[in-house]
């Protein structure tokens, strides 16, 4: 499931700036046969969300319901002081297919335990490159799901997270050069072997130098 709190937090910053899109879609059912599957794709500028209709969070469907003033059956963009405005069916369907197909040649990437300046999570894949991700975005995602699946897209300017029957798109940020030599420095530490290693840090302790002491959050 998408994070509710999340998407609405992000819903409503959208609604006040650029706006965002909602775009009903139906999905071929798998081999052929039955009826498609019903789907709803909203995107702003920087970010995009897939999920069937019926798993969309209820208090995000509020949301866009008190923003719209009913819920789109079409492609509508929606944006606060602005009449909403019909999305073309052909731009609608060339939006999603951009999306659908930006899982071709994408690799996997891993997050790192580093977010830098304060704000961006930073994902490397097994190749060494850095992308960086609003934290702010990335709670599009539920933090309690368990199988989520990171890619990068082919050219680097998408992140494409997968969990159950949900999917999130996140612009990475774009940095000055200065910024790019430092992302390049992280990129060159092994954080791969740091991950696959046991954490091994522990907390010396106040009185007794030769004692080790657990974190506060590991003990028990």
Request: glycine share 10%; proline share 4%; hydrophobic share 40%.
């Amino acid at each position: 499931m998408l994070n509710e709190k999340g998407l609405c937090k992000i819903l409503k910053a959208a609604y006040k700036g650029g706006g965002y899109t909602v775009m009903p879609v139906v999905t071929p059912a798998a081999y052929g046969g039955g009826r498609g599957i019903n789907e709803i794709v909203i995107n702003g500028a920087t970010w995009a969300v897939r999920c069937e209709t019926c798993y969309l969070p209820k208090a995000a469907a509020v949301q866009i319901v008190e923003d719209a003033g009913y819920l789109p059956v079409e492609a509508m963009t929606i944006c606060k002081g602005e009449p909403n405005q019909m999305v073309m069916e052909n731009v609608a369907a060339g939006r999603h297919g951009i999306l659908s197909r930006q899982a071709e040649g994408s690799v996997a990437m891993e997050k790192i335990s580093v977010i830098y300046k304060e704000r961006w999570q930073l994902y490397q894949t097994a190749e060494g490159e850095i992308a960086a991700f609003d934290t702010a975005l990335l709670e599009l995602i539920d933090p309690k799901c368990t199988f989520l699946s990171a890619r990068l897209s082919a050219s680097g300017g998408l992140g494409i997270f997968t969990w159950d029957d949900c999917s999130a798109w996140i612009a990475p940020g774009r940095f000055s050069s200065a910024d790019e030599e430092r992302l390049r420095f992280l990129a060159g530490l092994d954080w791969a072997g740091q991950m696959e290693d046991e954490d091994a840090t522990v907390n010396m302790s106040l009185f007794d130098p030769d004692r080790d002491v657990l974190p506060v959050s590991r003990e028990g």
